[in-house]
């Protein structure tokens, strides 16, 4: 039980965990900020969908506000400086495409990249977390399942008008999950999460997604190679 023994090892106290763990714990209170705002702005952008839109943010609020506890049971402060740098890709093409009216790159964005990073960081670090933050997480990780499914039904029954803009979206986003997932290898592994692992989790999610809206096996690995580019 090499997992099991993983855990028995890690310290939740040390300096180096915490210094860590600041960094983590600030991504993953930005990240669930970040949802909030965008389901928000896409509440505007699809009235008809707003009341269900409106209930996914203040879901993600909520999540905001369990890992914010998760940081103060470990007597960590988020570096949230860092965590806002670290989202300022993604949140600067959100934002150029909610000015553009750009409805499909919105939800894939926000709806599937951002979900599919957040349920394959979750997966990862449930099994290593200490236990006050294993439950908090475990509880995130089946509401995040459910926002992707909302973008991934919202696009699969536009499928055919929102492919071409899908494809260029993604060849626009995904190589930048690849940069965030580089960057943050480091303060993971100290966590206990591997790279290979959280890359594994998030193709899991993207492609099975992606799949379920209409695209192909060997179009989506043809997507999937944006970001292996800059793997």
Not at 101 to 128: H, M, R, W
Not at 143 to 153: A, I, S, T, V
Not at 204 to 225: D, V, W
Request: aromatic share 10%; charged share 25%.
């Amino acid at each position: 039980m090499p997992q099991l023994e993983a855990i028995a090892e890690i310290d939740f106290n040390t300096n180096t965990y915490k210094d860590a763990y600041s960094r983590i714990n600030a991504i993953v209170i930005e990240g669930e900020q970040e949802a909030h705002d965008n389901y928000i702005k896409l509440g505007e952008m699809l009235p008809h969908e707003k009341d269900e839109l409106v209930r996914l943010s203040k879901m993600e609020k909520r999540h905001m506000k369990g890992f914010q506890a998760c940081g103060r049971n470990l007597e960590v402060t988020p570096d949230m400086g860092y965590a806002r740098q670290f989202f300022s890709q993604l949140h600067q093409n959100f934002q150029d495409a909610a000015a553009e009216g750009k409805v499909v790159t919105c939800l894939l964005i926000q709806s599937l990249i951002i979900e599919s990073f957040a349920i394959a960081a979750y997966n990862i670090y449930i099994p290593v977390a200490d236990p006050f933050a294993r439950k908090i997480t475990e509880g995130v990780v089946q509401d995040e399942y459910m926002h992707l499914n909302f973008g991934e039904e919202w696009l699969k029954a536009h499928f055919e008008e929102s492919k071409a803009e899908l494809e260029e979206a993604n060849s626009q986003n995904l190589p930048i999950v690849w940069k965030m997932l580089n960057e943050v290898e480091k303060d993971a592994h100290i966590l206990g999460m591997e790279k290979d692992a959280l890359v594994e989790d998030f193709m899991i999610a993207y492609g099975e997604a992606l799949n379920n809206m209409g695209f192909t096996t060997r179009e989506i690995m043809r997507m999937s190679a944006y970001g292996l580019k800059g793997a």
